[in-house]
C-alpha cells in the first residue's frame, strides 16, 4: 500500500500558482518524499524530493511540513504543460528504490 | 546527456509469444529499475539490477518473466508466453547510485499489447 495520500484531482487556471497536497503521517524520518509527474503515454517525470528542509528548482517548490506528515508542492505560476498526473512517493532508505505508486493527483490548467 | 532509452516504444504480440523489452541507463549510471503500470492503475515495482547482478527482483511475477543487465549492452526484460493480462506499460529507469537521496529517471516506456 502506498504511504502516501492524495486527491484524485485539482484544477487550476493558467498563470496562478497551483498548491498540491500530499499527506505522508506513517513515513518514517529518514524516507525521501519524490515527486514525479506523468502526461498521458510518457514516462514519469522527475519533479522534486526532499527530506526535511524546503526544496526549490526550476520547475516547483516543496514544501515539507516542520512534523513530515504531509508536503506541498508548488507551482509558482501554472501552464498548460503542467497538465498531468502528480504523484508524491515515499523512498525509504535501504529499500533498493522501490517506490509505492498511488493513482496521484491529475492536475487540469485551464486557459 | 541522453536520458534512459527504451525500445521499442510499442510492441504487439500475440498470446503464447515472447516479448523482449530493452532498457539503456543513462550516462554514468549502473542501477537499472523496471516498473510495470497497469492501465488506471500506480506503476509497481519489479526488478532491480546492477551490471550482471539482479538486486531485487521481489516485484516480478514468479513465472514467464526474467530480467538481465549484461556487462555490455542494454538491460532486458523478457517476457515468455504472453497472456493479455501482460498487456501494460513497461518503465524502466535508473540512478547513478541506490541511496534514497538521488534521483531514479525514467524511459518513455514501452507499451505492450497482447492479442
Known amino acids: 500500500d502506498a504511504k502516501t495520500t492524495q486527491p484524485n484531482s485539482m484544477e487550476s487556471n493558467e498563470e496562478e500558482p497551483v498548491h498540491l497536497p500530499c499527506n505522508h503521517s506513517?513515513?518514517?524520518?529518514?524516507?525521501?518524499i519524490h515527486w514525479y509527474r506523468q502526461l498521458p503515454s510518457q514516462g514519469p517525470e522527475y519533479v522534486i524530493h526532499?527530506?526535511?528542509?524546503?526544496v526549490n528548482n526550476r520547475m516547483a517548490s516543496l514544501a515539507i511540513a516542520e512534523d513530515r506528515k504531509s508536503s506541498t508542492l508548488i507551482l509558482h505560476r501554472a501552464t498548460l504543460r503542467d497538465a498531468a498526473v502528480y504523484y508524491c512517493?515515499?523512498?525509504?532508505?535501504?529499500?533498493?528504490?522501490?517506490?509505492?505508486w498511488g493513482l496521484g493527483t491529475s492536475l487540469a490548467v485551464n486557459p | 546527456n541522453a536520458g534512459v532509452m527504451q525500445n521499442p516504444r510499442h510492441l504487439v504480440r500475440r498470446r503464447g509469444q515472447e516479448a523482449r523489452l530493452r532498457c539503456s541507463p543513462m550516462?554514468?549510471?549502473?542501477?537499472v529499475y523496471w516498473y510495470r503500470q497497469l492501465p488506471e492503475e500506480g506503476l509497481k515495482f519489479m526488478v532491480y539490477?546492477?551490471?550482471?547482478?539482479?538486486?531485487?527482483e521481489s516485484g516480478m511475477p514468479k513465472e514467464r518473466f526474467s530480467a538481465e543487465f549484461p556487462k555490455e549492452g542494454p538491460s532486458i526484460l523478457r517476457i515468455q508466453q504472453v497472456v493479455r493480462g501482460d498487456s501494460a506499460a513497461y518503465f524502466c529507469?535508473?540512478?547513478?547510485?541506490?541511496?534514497?537521496?538521488?534521483?531514479?529517471?525514467f524511459g518513455e516506456g514501452s507499451w505492450l499489447t497482447v492479442v
Open positions: 539490477l546492477q551490471k550482471e547482478n539482479i538486486i531485487d
Open positions: 529507469a535508473s540512478s547513478p547510485r541506490t541511496d534514497s537521496g538521488n534521483t531514479i529517471y
Open positions: 512517493i515515499s523512498d525509504p532508505a535501504g529499500n533498493n528504490r522501490k517506490l509505492i
Open positions: 550516462k554514468g549510471h549502473s542501477h
Open positions: 526532499g527530506l526535511t528542509s524546503n
Open positions: 506513517t513515513i518514517s524520518g529518514t524516507d525521501y
